[in-house]
């Protein structure tokens, strides 16, 4: 299995006087960056991300709309956007997707006009919109990034994109950092808010650094299973202020009641891992150390969640946005099919004690250790 062949970047280290070294060489320190600000806004579902004059609040529980790009069943437009509405006045705001991701941006668009039209001002202030751009592998001269990014302010029917989050598929080929610059060109004439990565590794986001793109953030997979972003992304982040939003938090549901003492080694014998996300992170239990230890993860996590009266999920996210670096983390929404509104919203008020996290940072490490199986975040969209 390739996936299992990926071995670790070389690790970076920090000296004393908190210079980044990589391969015993001392890194130049990145001074042309102004300190980066992570504010915890007087409402605790909300957080400031800012870089200079580049500012960004967003919610903590971002929404993820992957679902939206089939393999979780038929999306009814109507019913989408109602329910964008519903999570939205529940106070969940923020809402994740890229151009890749099917109907997305264009549900957002018919979204944001509903808001403008039916909310108050003051609540169209708080809504949010991060979509990525995953692009092809050509040249990436300005008018081609411009083009590309102009469809994304159509199709979400903004004059201006919240975050622009961007994604490289082949990091031999450099043209990675001729898309950021014309990026924060386009960041400089209003048309984009912020600029951010999304599956970058450490060596990349310090090169990008290095190279003055003021990105304030770097979307990275980050759950109980997968620890890999705390591991040398973290400590960059802390280094440079560059925060981190999280996917695959829950694992496509694998982390929840539903898959607590099942076994899905016998067919129909447990619940079918029957959408793309499912199966993606069943691959992630299988590379940590398969189903069995993960049962064990999971009965670890409905004694915390018992305890405090809320779900396996929730539990899980609040360890991962408790985690150093990570400013907000992303839960899928299946958009008219089913909604989750409850169990997130409990997130913001559950305090995670003491011995709440030794019991999850014990049980989560009897597991491998997947930067050496996999490599550093992102690696697994690199694999050969």
Request: glycine share 8%; proline share 4%.
């Amino acid at each position: 299995m390739a996936l299992l062949l990926r071995h670790p970047l070389s690790k970076f280290t920090f000296d004393p006087n908190d210079t980044l070294t990589r391969r015993g060489i001392t890194a130049r320190k990145c001074k042309h960056l102004r300190p980066f600000q992570c504010v915890q806004t007087e409402d605790s579902r909300r957080i400031v991300v800012k870089n200079g004059n580049d500012s960004l609040e967003i919610c903590r529980v971002v929404n993820g709309t992957w679902q939206t790009s089939g393999g979780w069943g038929r999306i009814d437009a109507d019913n989408a956007v109602d329910d964008m509405l519903k999570y939205a006045d529940a106070g969940l705001t923020t809402f994740d997707m890229a151009d890749i991701y099917g109907p997305a941006e264009d549900l957002y668009g018919i979204f944001i006009n509903r808001v403008r039209r039916e909310r108050p001002p003051e609540f169209l202030e708080k809504v949010r919109g991060l979509t990525k751009w995953v692009p092809p592998p050509v040249k990436m001269t300005s008018s081609f990034v411009r083009d590309s990014i102009d469809v994304s302010r159509r199709r979400m029917d903004v004059a201006s994109l919240d975050m622009l989050q961007f994604h490289w598929w082949d990091y031999s080929n450099p043209g990675y950092l001729d898309a950021l610059k014309h990026l924060t060109d386009l960041k400089e004439e209003g048309k984009i808010k912020t600029v951010a990565l999304t599956n970058f590794d450490t060596e990349r986001l310090q090169i990008i650094l290095e190279n003055e793109i003021p990105v304030v953030s770097n979307q990275v997979q980050h759950s109980i299973v997968d620890m890999r972003p705390q591991q040398k992304m973290a400590e960059l982040c802390q280094l440079t202020g560059v925060k981190l939003i999280t996917y695959g938090t829950v694992m496509g549901g694998l982390l929840s009641e539903k898959f607590l003492d099942t076994n899905i080694t016998i067919p129909f014998a447990g619940p079918p891992l029957n959408t793309p996300s499912l199966q993606k992170y069943k691959r992630m239990v299988d590379a940590w150390g398969g189903w069995s230890l993960f049962q064990g993860l999971l009965r670890t996590l409905k004694q915390v969640a018992s305890k405090h009266g809320v779900s396996i999920s929730t539990v899980a996210v609040k360890y991962i946005l408790d985690q150093p670096a990570v400013a907000g983390s992303m839960i899928g929404v299946r958009l008219g099919l089913s909604e989750h509104i409850q169990d997130t919203s409990a997130i913001f008020s559950l305090v995670l004690d003491e011995e709440d996290v030794n019991s999850i940072k014990e049980a989560s490490g009897k597991g491998k250790d997947l930067l050496k199986v996999i490599g550093d975040c992102g690696d697994e969209y690199r694999r050969a």
